[in-house]
Structure formats: C-alpha cells, structure tokens
T-cell receptor, first 113, second 112 residues
Framework: DAGVIQSPRHEVTEMGQEVTLRCKPISGHDYLFWYRQTMMRGLELLIYFNNNVPIDDSGMPEDRFSAKMPNASFSTLKIQPSEPRDSAVYFC???????????FGSGTRLTVV | GESVGLHLPTLSVQEGDNSIINCAYSNSASDYFIWYKQESGKGPQFIIDIRSNMDKRQGQRVTVLLNKTVKHLSLQIAATQPGDSAVYFCAENGAAGNKLTFGGGTRVLVKP
C-alpha cells in the first residue's frame, strides 16, 4: 500500500496564478479530506468528500478555492487566483467508513510570491 | 509537510525519561479522540485512539488517558527515544462523526 499520494511536494508560484494540488487516496477508502496547515492557524479542515461527493466545504476560505473528486482515486484542490496568504502546507487524508483515524499524505508546501 | 516554525508549546525530555503531553478538548459531544505525531517534512501519523466510553488505552510505549469531566486528554510516552522528537496533535471528532478537529500541537524535543 503506497499510502495517500500528493503532488507536487513543493510548489512556488506567483501571485495571481492558478495552482492545482493533487491527491490519490488509499484504495478502498471512501472519505477524503483536505487540510491546510499554517503557523497561525494550525491544521484546518477545508473540505471533505464521501464517496466522491462533497459533504462539508465550510472550511474553504473563499471562492478562490475549489475542490473536486471526479472518481474514487483522485481529487484536486485548486486556488485561482493565488495570493501570498495562501502559502501553507496542504494535506490530503483518507479513511474508511467506521474508522476515524485518517491516513495523511506527505503534503504539498505551497509558496505564493 | 513541515510544521517547523509553528509557535508551539515545547516539552524537552531527557532520553529514557517518560513524556506526558496534555490536550484540552472543546466539544463535550466528541466521542472519539486520536493522537497524531508529525515529524519534520511529513504528514501527521496516527499513534493511538480512544473512545469516550474508555478512560485509558495502552499501545506500544504509549498510553492515552481521557478525563471527560474536565475535557482533558493526555498522551504518555514511556522511555522517550530520539525518534519520538516531533510535534504531537490531539484530535476530536466533535458532533460530526467523521470530521476531526485538531488541537494546536505540542513539540517534543528529546535530549540525548
């Protein structure tokens, strides 16, 4: 089992550009979560999916952020346009129904300059 | 995936000593709690969990204690090793079942 796979590991982009972060959950997991980690706010839940359907997006900071899960093995988090305050580490995690312990990916460190 | 730079409470421990990390949770409706370990450059890693119908659970070198009366959770690490140096987070599921809310974290530094 390769675990939760995120790409890219690091992304540096200029303000105003579109950024797309990618995640492949563990096969068989029916929940997928996107978290953001910053110095000021710690780990924050942005959005989560169950069986590819968005369940709760109340943590998405604003309309510049969007997330999709077109199938059970792939999800994207898109920021358009990006701003310096979006700089953070973004984590994807997945788990199975009935087990609350998430498995996290290694994260994507985003720097917007 | 680094958490370096977070302004976290820090616990310095001598190698071989026991460590105790504390966490105050916020939601009395939470019925499931987890401790995660995050090493530099990596994502959080599951350590141990406990349900609200228990007050203690033991794993390999780790013990989690739950006091629901004061909404307090602790993680005890026995015979702390250099590999235990990391940031530790508690998490609770709140009233939303599968949705975890994380605490601010505690950095543990193990001194040789």
């Amino acid at each position: 089992d390769a675990g939760v796979i995120q790409s890219p590991r690091h992304e540096v982009t200029e303000m105003g550009q579109e950024v797309t972060l990618r995640c492949k959950p563990i096969s068989g997991h029916d929940y997928l979560f996107w978290y953001r980690q910053t110095m000021m706010r710690g780990l924050e839940l942005l959005i989560y999916f169950n069986n590819n359907v968005p369940i709760d997006d109340s943590g998405m900071p604003e309309d510049r952020f969007s997330a999709k899960m077109p199938n059970a093995s792939f999800s994207t988090l898109k920021i358009q346009p990006s701003e310096p305050r979006d700089s953070a580490v973004y984590f994807c995690a997945s788990n199975q129904q009935g087990f609350y312990g998430y498995t996290f990916g290694s994260g994507t460190r985003l720097t917007v300059v | 995936g680094e958490s370096v730079g977070l302004h976290l409470p820090t616990l310095s421990v001598q190698e071989g000593d026991n460590s105790i990390i504390n966490c105050a949770y916020s939601n009395s409706a939470s019925d499931y709690f987890i401790w995660y370990k995050q090493e530099s450059g990596k994502g959080p890693q599951f350590i141990i969990d406990i349900r609200s119908n228990m007050d203690k659970r033991q794993g390999q070198r780790v013990t989690v204690l739950l006091n629901k009366t004061v909404k307090h959770l602790s993680l005890q690490i026995a015979a702390t090793q250099p590999g235990d140096s990391a940031v530790y987070f508690c998490a609770e599921n709140g009233a939303a079942g599968n949705k975890l809310t994380f605490g601010g974290g505690t950095r543990v530094l193990v001194k040789p």
